[in-house]
């Protein structure tokens, strides 16, 4: 079974500070993707990471992934309060079973 | 958006009575899963399917039986709904062969068991 974790849980920051979300995944996998979630509603689709190395931007967001170190982050530049958000982000095993990391709760202060 | 609609979207239901939810997609995609979100656990994983007929288990399946008879239908059965099921289910699809693979969600349904 694969273990995603997350941290911090919960981040509270100020508008126009930068920030790290780490994640870390327990078992051998090549993809990594970054989900949104806003309160009392579904999941949208950030990133997909699909190898070692890879780097994706979308704005004042921007995730990374490491293969080797199992590790993939999302990098927050200059927070906005719009970018308040649970974000999780999840991975594949063995290429059908999907898991997802507990979901980091970001408040962004003005 | 993806073609998922799940139903119901709320439901209050009795400890010890059956319940089953239904996730319908338009996408024909093979991989379907079935979520529970709880505060302080994130998304677990209930059962999956990769086709008609093949399921499979997830990391809390206790309590909770799926069957798929249709590409585009994945039903979640609570056999004997007790009130720690009480939860948001999530469904999600997944097209594993192209290139992203990644999964989308549907609206969620919030079960309250009382």
């Known amino acids: 079974e694969l273990k995603v974790e997350q941290n911090p849980l919960f981040l509270s920051m100020q508008e126009g500070k930068n920030y790290t979300i780490y994640c870390n995944y327990s078992t051998t996998s090549d993809r990594l993707y970054w989900y949104r979630q806003d309160p009392g509603k579904s999941l949208e689709s950030l990133f997909v990471l699909l190898s070692n190395g890879a780097v994706k931007q979308e704005g004042r967001l921007m995730a990374s992934l490491d293969t080797k170190a199992r590790l993939s982050t999302l990098h927050i530049t200059a927070a906005v309060h719009d970018l308040s958000a649970t974000y999780f982000c999840?991975?594949?095993?063995?290429?059908?079973?999907?898991?997802f990391g507990t979901g980091t709760s970001l408040t962004v202060i003005p | 958006d993806a073609g998922i609609t799940q139903s119901p979207r709320h439901k209050v239901t009795e400890t010890g009575t059956p319940v089953t939810l239904r996730c319908h997609q338009t996408?024909?995609?093979?991989?379907m899963y079935w979520y529970r979100q709880d505060p302080g656990h994130g998304l677990r994983l209930i059962h999956y399917s990769y086709g008609v007929k093949d399921t499979d288990k997830g990391e809390v399946s206790d309590g909770y039986s799926v069957s798929r008879s249709k590409t585009e239908d994945f039903l979640l059965t609570l056999e004997s709904a007790t009130s720690s099921q009480t939860s948001v289910y999530f469904c999600?699809?997944?097209?594993?062969?192209?290139?992203?693979?990644?999964?989308?969600f549907g609206q969620g349904t919030r079960l309250t068991v009382v």
């Open positions: 996408e024909n995609h093979r991989y």
């Open positions: 999840a991975s594949a095993y063995t290429g059908n079973q999907f898991y």
């Open positions: 999600a699809i997944r097209n594993r062969f192209t290139t992203s693979t990644e999964a989308f």
